[in-house]
C-alpha cells in the first residue's frame, strides 16, 4: 500500500487527465438538441467512465502481459503520451489525442452521446487508461487496486457533479477561467509524465 502523497497524486493526476470542468463546452454543444436528457446522458458518461477505469485498474496487467509489453516500456509510453496531452493543455486546447473534429460531427448527429464521445474517448481516453494502467502497477497489493478504484468512482462522481450543473457552470465561469484551469493542470500532469518516462527509463536502462 503506498501513502496518502501518492494517492493525492494520483487523484490530481487523473482529474487533469480526465478534465470533467473542460469538458463541459462539449457537453452543452453535443447535448444541445436533446436538453430533456442531459440529466440522463450526464449519469451515463459518468458511469461508462467509472467501468472504464475499472476495467483498466483489474485487467490492465493482463493487457499487457498479452502482448508481451513490460510495465517500464508502458510507463515510458504513457509518460510520453501524457505529455503530450500536458503540452496541449498548457496551449488551453483539446487534441486529437482525446476527440477529432469528424468524431464532433458524428456526436451533433447522433441520438446518444454519453458512451461515444463523451465517456470514450474524450473522458476515459488513451491518457486516462494508460495512466491508471500504470498506476495500477505500483503496488501488487490488492488492497492497492481497490483503492485506485475508489479514485476511479471518485473521478466519476466529479464527471457527474459537472455535467449534472453544466448550465450553471457555463454562465458563471469564463473561458479564460477554464482556461487558467487547464493550463495548472496541464503543468501538473507535465511533472507527472516526467516522472512516469524517468521512472521508465532508469530500468530499462539501469546504466542512466
Known sequence: MLDWNDYFRMITGLIAIVGPVGTVPLFLNFTENVQSQRKRIARTSAFAVACILTIS???????LS?????????RVAGGLLMLTLSFEM????????????????????????????LALPLLAGPGAISTVI??????????????????CWLISLLVWICFHLAPQISKRVSQTSLNISSRVMGLILGAIAVE????GLQNLLPGL
Open 57 to 63: 485498474v483489474l485487467a490492465g496487467s493482463r493487457i
Open 66 to 74: 498479452l502482448f508481451n509489453i513490460s510495465i517500464d516500456s508502458f
Open 90 to 117: 498548457l496551449n488551453a486546447k483539446t487534441g486529437r489525442i482525446k476527440h477529432t473534429p469528424e468524431e464532433d460531427q458524428e456526436a451533433l448527429n447522433s441520438s446518444s452521446v454519453a458512451v461515444v464521445p
Open 134 to 151: 500504470v498506476f495500477s502497477q505500483q503496488s501488487a497489493l490488492f488492497t492497492h487496486k481497490l483503492a485506485l478504484i475508489g479514485i
Open 196 to 199: 512516469f518516462i524517468v521512472g
